[in-house]
């Protein structure tokens, strides 16, 4: 399969309801029927991996509902926490689209629903749809973003404003899917442990217990087992920023 460049006329606006808030949601009615006859229904349990590093491609997945984590694996073994997926998210789509062994593993963080879709589908829908390249291109922008802005994070705040700015992140795409409490409060929907939290971060779990004790005692978040829910996300967002001035 050659790599696939979107076609240079009949691209349509992306939809009014178009935030990045995912690539399933910024489809019409009739792209999604499309998609659907061309995909298969899967359902995947928590943990299953979706797709693997370096493997070939031969499918893009549309996540239904569930979350998921990208992973890299370095050479000496050591698994790096790339993104978090949700609901509406493409995924396991770049290695198919460039003609490449995947570059990250995609694990299911908890119960996934999902559509899988045959590369050639993927593109022959592509094809038929073109304005559907747009979005596919504004994903892949907004995740070059974001790979930027982790990397700056991480080189220029220390672990507590580090902190704050993925898990207003994390706030701001739960809340996407799950609307805020009565309080203003948002449960992180990822149900992320502190090792994959130091990983996202570049840090270590220790690094990630005590930033997350500076802003408990902030009041800024409530813990539990593997939940955390952000007491004020304006509140954490003005703490990453004045931490970091």
Known sequence: MNTRTPPRGG??????AGRGDGFWPELDPAQRAALEAAARPRNY?????????????????????GWA????????GHEVVLAVRGPGDLVCESAVLGSRQRSATVTALTAVRALVV????????????????????GTFVRRLDDADRRVQANVSAQGPRRLAMLLSHLADLSARYSPPAADGSVDIGPPLSQEELGSWMDASRETVARALAVLRRAGLVRTGRRKITVVAPDALRGFAREIGE
């Open 118 to 137: 045959p590369a050639a589908r993927f593109t022959a829908f592509l094809d038929a749809h073109p304005g559907v390249w747009l979005l596919v291109s």
């Open 45 to 65: 349990p928590a943990r299953a991996p979706l797709c693997y590093q370096g493997e070939d491609s031969d499918h893009i997945i549309v996540i239904r509902s």
């Open 11 to 16: 691209i349509a606006a992306p939809s009014p």
């Open 69 to 76: 984590k990208a992973t890299s694996s370095t050479p000496d």
